[in-house]
């Protein structure tokens, strides 16, 4: 079981979801020949939703439907564990549990129920508290901050962004790539009220360690986040210097490492048009739209997917 799990997280941490699955429910497997205990198959059936919510906007529609069936048994396992574990003391993997399902109400459900998303992400963020674990409250806050955006509410989006940041900053805390997350987090909240100038820094920062530490999917998300503040603010050279990187990301790594391409394509061939270079921004915006259409689907696009 033990081994299963690791590959598992091994596969997560580079974004192969349908690898990290398997390896999980192998592991379920295990488990449920010699179960120890309930805090080991929360554990697993938490992560197997995790990486497939992760997955989702990676691997497209088509890919997706693969990993559905495993990640809605696993969502149903967890939930029916939380009705019994209410009452039980706090613990972390509770808290991690609930910031799942919170991601899971969004990420899951057509349309999206951002009710359900907040209060899980609130009782995420109430037991992290209680139990004083940074790591906790720091995944619990991500869950609320997506759920407040989700919700139009933009201004709590960015406490919350910027709470779970204060909570990475602390020198005590250990965990690198959720500090590295929180950076991108509080940048991406930032730059969705406008304040592109406050959030430059962030996201230049996460980008640094994001490289150091070879996140590609964090590169990419630091590097989009940084072309919408950077068009937003007319500094088109800045973008336009950045054109080796992506061309690199696009070689080097497939869409299921990255994430879709479609929203910073979208965000140069505004550029390319705004500059006069018509046809290379229609080759960009066509080549945007077929990620979209093959990700998403020709309809219900989220609140952000509109470039």
């Not at 919510?53 to 990640?71: C, I």
């Not at 999206?112 to 992290?128: L, N, Q």
Request: one cysteine or more; proline letters at 5%.
């Amino acid at each position: 079981m033990a081994l299963a799990e690791a590959l598992g997280d091994v596969f997560e941490l580079m974004h192969k979801g349908p690898p990290a699955i398997g390896a999980y429910q192998d592991a379920l497997r295990a488990w449920r020949l010699a179960p120890a205990g309930e805090v080991d198959a929360i554990r697993l059936h938490r992560k197997v939703v995790q990486a497939g919510a992760e997955t989702k906007y990676a691997v497209g529609r088509d890919g997706f439907r693969d990993l559905r069936k495993a990640m809605q048994a696993s969502e149903a396992s967890l939930e029916e564990m939380l009705e019994k574990l209410r009452n039980q003391p706090p613990h972390p993997e509770i808290s991690r549990l609930l910031a799942v399902l919170s991601i899971a109400a969004w990420r899951m459900r057509t349309p999206p129920d951002w009710a359900a998303a907040r209060g899980y992400a609130d009782e995420a963020v109430r037991m992290a508290e209680a139990l004083a674990a940074p790591v906790e409250l720091s995944v619990a806050l991500e869950a609320l901050t997506s759920a407040a955006f989700g919700q139009g509410l933009l201004l709590e989006s960015r406490e919350s962004a910027l709470r779970r940041l204060a909570v990475t900053r602390d020198p005590g805390f250990r965990d690198e790539r959720e500090r590295l997350d929180a950076l991108r987090g509080a940048g991406a909240a930032r730059m969705y009220l406008g304040e592109y100038e406050q959030a430059i820094p962030l996201l230049l920062e996460a980008e640094h360690i994001a490289n150091r530490v070879q996140a590609v999917d964090q590169v990419f998300n630091a590097l989009a986040l940084l072309t919408q503040c950077w068009l937003r603010l007319d500094r088109w050279d800045e973008i336009k210097a950045r054109r080796d990187v992506w061309e690199d990301l696009e070689k080097q790594y497939p869409q299921e490492r990255t994430g879709p391409l479609c929203w910073p394509i979208g965000l140069r061939a505004v550029v390319e048009t705004l500059s006069g270079e018509s046809a290379a921004g229609a080759s960009l915006r066509d080549r945007s739209l077929d990620i979209m259409v093959a990700t998403f689907g020709k309809t219900d696009w989220l609140r952000n997917a509109h470039y």
